[in-house]
T-cell receptor
Framework: GQNIDQPTEMTATEGAIVQINCTYQ??????LFWYQQHAGEAPTFLSY????GLEEKGRFSSFLSRSKGYSYLLLKELQMKDSASYLC?????????????FGKGTKLSVIP | GAGVSQTPSNKVTEKGKYVELRCDPI?????LYWYRQSLGQGPEFLIY????????DSGLPNDRFFAVRPEGSVSTLKIQRTERGDSAVYLC??????????????FGPGTRLTVL
């Protein structure tokens, strides 16, 4: 299988910084995506990494290390509206379709 | 611009019935995906269309599931003889499709299917 592992739940304080980790199997790796999903809503695209390093987009940044099969999503200046599930998803080549394999998601709770 | 739309938003049916779920992708996106998401899980891939053809249907759980995209735009996911285990949120996503690299997939709001 192509397990995508991420913590089930995290809690952080409003205004703080939180890092959500994701590990994946490296064979056939073709790109990694982070999505945000609020309860009862569809996933929304946050970031995409295909090369090693950090991609910054406003308060959100995503890091990738292909050799380690590791990524993290960094959320800065947390706001209450950031409470959601964060999904790590990997595209594997050879599948013929660039389908995404998702982790189970990390439920982030932001508290005052 | 308009995003991915899906209808109906909710569907309640009885075990053994037939259902159709519709997806209207973002205009210009040639790639279309169907996923299924159960509570507490990430989305699971079902089927992928590139244009009109189902290029990868390896995620369909069995032959009760079928999908079409006859004109390369709107897609319909069809489930025959529904079972209680089919209850889930069915998500549709679309993207550009380049030659080598994966592209971001944009999801619709989903159809919540409940089989009684």
């Amino acid at each position: 299988g192509q397990n995508i592992d991420q913590p089930t739940e995290m809690t952080a304080t409003e205004g703080a910084i939180v890092q959500i980790n994701c590990t994946y199997q490296t064979s056939g790796f073709n790109g990694l995506f982070w999505y945000q999903q609020h309860a009862g809503e569809a996933p929304t695209f946050l970031s995409y990494n295909v090369l090693d390093g950090l991609e910054e987009k406003g308060r959100f940044s995503s890091f990738l290390s292909r050799s380690k099969g590791y990524s993290y999503l960094l959320l800065k200046e947390l706001q209450m509206k950031d409470s959601a599930s964060y999904l790590c998803a990997v595209s594997y080549s050879g599948a013929g379709s660039y389908q995404l394999t998702f982790g189970k998601g990390t439920k982030l709770s932001v508290i005052p | 611009g308009a995003g991915v739309s899906q209808t109906p938003s909710n569907k309640v049916t009885e075990k053994g019935k037939y259902v159709e779920l519709r997806c209207d992708p973002i205009s210009g996106h040639t790639a279309l995906y169907w996923y299924r998401q159960s509570l507490g899980q990430g989305p699971e891939f079902l089927i992928y269309f590139q244009g009109t053809g189902a290029a990868d249907d390896s995620g369909l759980p069995n032959d009760r599931f079928f999908a079409v995209r006859p004109e390369g735009s709107v897609s319909t996911l069809k489930i025959q003889r529904t079972e209680r285990g089919d209850s889930a949120v069915y998500l549709c996503a679309s993207s550009y499709q380049g030659p080598k690299l994966a592209h971001a997939q944009f999801f619709g709001p989903g159809t919540r299917l409940t089989v009684l």
